[in-house]
């Protein structure tokens, strides 16, 4: 499976915005999917995963609340529903897929390009 992500921009603190990521491949709907993200000079981290079906999801504590993760097999597109954004959620945010329902950054095999959001106070 190939990822492209899409949908950053540049917003105001509380503004809402929505990514999303396409997958090409017959693999998506056998993939976890899931959001990470980078900001300025923090390491990446685990924003929110989706499991295969949907159903499932997790959340990381700093975005519980504010953000939805959800997915459509249908169109091989998985979403970043991000509302109440705050300048900290400024950052590059990568889509990416695993085997497996994980947090473990290590067990996604694939990778979006990264999408950069930008929240202005």
């Known amino acids: 499976v190939q990822l492209q992500a899409s949908g950053g921009g540049l917003v105001q603190a509380g503004d809402s915005l929505r990514l999303s990521c396409a997958a090409s491949?017959?693999?998506?709907?056998?993939?976890?999917m899931a959001w990470f993200r980078q900001a300025p000079g923090k390491e990446r981290a685990l924003v929110a995963a989706?499991?295969?079906?949907?159903?499932?999801?997790y959340y990381s504590g700093i975005v519980r609340g504010r953000f939805t993760i959800s997915r459509d097999n249908a169109k091989n597109t998985v979403y970043l529903q991000m509302n109440s954004l705050k300048p900290e959620d400024t950052a590059i945010y990568y889509c990416?897929?695993?085997?497996?329902?994980?947090?473990?950054?290590?067990?996604?095999?694939?990778w979006g390009q990264g999408t950069e959001v930008t929240v202005s106070s």
């Open positions: 491949g017959p693999t998506f709907s056998d993939r976890v």
């Open positions: 990416a897929a695993s085997p497996y329902f994980t947090t473990r950054e290590s067990e996604y095999e694939t």
């Open positions: 989706v499991s295969r079906g949907g159903g499932g999801t």
